[in-house]
């Protein structure tokens, strides 16, 4: 779901503007988007209502991470009994004008996955903002 959908709290708008950041500290040419998604009936069955979704997007292709713009996806897990939320996993992707060209899950075994991959230095970048975005919603 859009970021800017799930900002209902401060807590919660304070960690979606950290993640913002941390990507931009890595990543100074990106720009943020907090509604990646259109807002029509189509789009909205596929958003995961459990998820914190972010765009960035660069001003032009970035042959090192073979994308011009990537979608992450925080996802989270409601604990029935106690109305918890905390974050299971998180998956980032990179598009170009052909659609998606990579993914990354943290669910799994954290290996790229798709036809054009980022460079091992770019990929070693995106892992570790992936550990940082999971250790920020899970405090």
């Known amino acids: 779901m859009n970021a800017a959908e799930q900002a209902t709290s401060l807590e919660t708008t304070s960690k979606i ?20 998604w259109v807002n029509d009936s189509d789009t909205r069955e596929l958003v995961d ?3 914190i979704d972010i765009g960035f997007h660069f001003p032009g292709f970035s042959r090192l991470l073979q994308s ?6 925080i996802r989270f897990y409601q604990e029935t009994q106690t ?7 998180a998956e980032i992707a990179g598009f170009d004008h052909r659609g998606k060209q990579w993914w ?4 799994d075994n954290w290996a790229f996955e798709g036809s054009n991959y980022p460079t091992p230095e770019m990929g070693e970048k995106l892992k570790a903002f992936l550990r940082n975005v999971l250790a920020l919603f899970s405090s």
């Open 17 to 36: 503007a950290a993640a913002a950041n941390l990507f931009k500290a890595e990543f100074p040419d990106a720009r943020s988007d907090l509604k990646p």
């Open 49 to 51: 209502p459990e998820s």
């Open 68 to 73: 011009r713009s990537l979608l992450l996806q």
């Open 83 to 89: 109305g918890e939320r905390r974050a299971i996993g």
């Open 104 to 107: 990354l899950s943290t669910v």
